[in-house]
């Protein structure tokens, strides 16, 4: 299985409000020699996380002990930039499940939702009513409805539905990748093949 399967998520959540957060804020280029998905979250964010002599810096939302969660909400345009994979990566390695924002870059939100980040895109509103939920309450708590596709803000129930391929929503739920659907439809494959003149 190429990654854990998402079906309803609740958890409370981080809150990142930059606009324009591209891939090279999410994860430096120099961290990019790896090619297997371990060790990227050590450094998710990491110029904006750490000093240059590797101290936290005590005012990024990473380093607050006031904020944790398996959900990521950050601001519009989240994940712009290059084309990076290792960004959703370093996402999913630090331990985010799903990224909510008003807008995402394509490239990104691919990314994410081939190796199991779910990107859930809301309106700016109902971004901006999460964001002041989560500072009036930073243990406020979000339900992540993949199958019905929706947003949930528990407190209230106050609640949105967000969009979703239904072939990555299928994958989603099922933790695949593309090989790992293509190896369960197998089967299917062959019989059609089966069929075919030669």
């Known amino acids: 299985m190429a990654y854990d399967k998402f079906n309803i998520l609740t ?3 981080v809150p990142l409000p930059i606009e324009n957060v591209d891939t090279d804020q999410i994860i430096p280029a120099r961290f990019l020699k790896a ?3 371990e060790g990227f979250g050590d450094n998710l964010f990491r110029d904006w996380r750490y000093n240059g002599d590797d101290t936290p810096k005590a005012d990024f939302v ?6 944790s969660g398996k959900i990521l909400v950050g601001g519009k345009n989240f994940g712009s930039g290059s084309s990076r994979e290792h960004a959703a990566w370093a996402v999913y390695d630090y331990g985010f499940r ?7 870059a394509d490239i990104f939100k691919g990314n994410c939702l081939n ?5 859930v895109q809301v309106s700016p509103e109902f971004a901006e009513t999460i964001f002041k939920a989560i500072e009036a309450d930073p243990k406020t708590e979000l339900e992540i409805n ?4 929706t947003i949930t803000l528990l407190a209230t129930g106050q609640q949105e539905s967000f969009a979703i391929n239904g072939y990555k929503k299928n994958n989603m ?7 790992d659907y293509l190896q369960n439809i197998k089967g299917d494959i062959q019989a059609f093949a089966d069929k075919l003149p030669y």
């Open 11 to 13: 958890s409370s959540a």
């Open 62 to 67: 990473l380093n607050n002990p006031t904020y």
């Open 35 to 37: 090619t297997k998905r």
């Open 98 to 104: 799903a990224v909510v924002s008003s807008f995402f």
């Open 173 to 179: 739920i099922n933790g695949f990748d593309d090989i």
């Open 146 to 149: 993949l199958p019905n596709q």
């Open 115 to 119: 190796i199991g980040v779910l990107p």
